[in-house]
């Protein structure tokens, strides 16, 4: 069946990089996208931004633009979710999700920030 | 960007009971609405695709409906599991967007 199995909770200081991993498995990893989705207390939950696994193109909320880079590991099929300069608004639940109707989703990592 | 409208915001109910849950779209997605369910703590769990379409494994007492701006996920004889949060999200176009949930509580 379709796992996503994501990286570990992160505490990070303001101004840091966090680097958050999804691995798929139980699919063809290139046929379909993965996108990244946040929920942080009290928020809606916010879509991040995808990367197309089959052309390696990406495309990321107006929002999270500079901030944020999606890239894959050529020799594993696993995504990463790279976002900079964190503030403390951008403590949240991370997830990744298969295809643009999120079909599948990782269990979550949650990204910690504060001074 | 399409804002999803989803309402009511929170739903009190006995096990048995039919509960509808509505999400409105601020312009035309067509069918390209999902569902999901999410409990405490956990990740979301999508259960319709596609407006209508169940998930393998969704129980049958799940249905969506709905075209174009207005979408209905209703849940008929409402069971103890299906006590949570759900969710509808549209991706017909970017940014992907999402309803601000809607919390099922036991009454």
């Known amino acids: 069946q379709v796992q996503l199995v994501q990286s570990g909770a992160e505490v990070k200081k303001p101004g840091a990089s966090i680097k958050v991993s999804c691995e798929a498995s139980g699919y063809t990893f290139t046929d379909y996208a993965i996108h990244w989705v946040r929920q942080a207390p009290g928020h809606d939950v916010e879509w991040m931004g995808y990367i197309n696994l089959g052309n390696n193109n990406t495309k990321y909320s107006r929002k999270f633009q500079g901030r944020i880079t999606l890239f894959r590991d050529t020799s594993a099929d696993i995504t990463y979710l790279q976002l900079s300069e964190l503030r403390s608004g951008d403590t949240a639940m991370y997830y990744c999700a298969r295809d643009k109707s999120l079909a599948d989703w990782g269990q979550g990592t949650l990204v910690s920030v504060s001074s | 960007d399409i804002q999803m409208t989803q309402f009511p915001s929170s739903v009190s109910a006995s096990v048995g009971d039919r509960v509808t849950i509505t999400c409105r779209a601020s312009q035309g997605i067509s069918d390209q609405l999902g569902w999901f369910q999410q409990k405490p703590g956990k990740a979301p769990k999508s259960l319709i695709y596609d407006a209508s379409t169940l998930h393998g494994g969704v129980p049958s007492n799940f249905s969506g409906s709905g075209s174009g701006t207005d979408f209905t996920l209703t849940i008929s004889g409402l069971q103890p599991e299906d006590f949570a949060t759900y969710y509808c999200?549209?991706?017909?176009?970017?940014?992907?967007?999402f309803g601000g949930g809607t919390r099922v509580e036991i009454k």
């Open positions: 999200q549209q991706y017909n176009s970017y940014p992907l967007t």
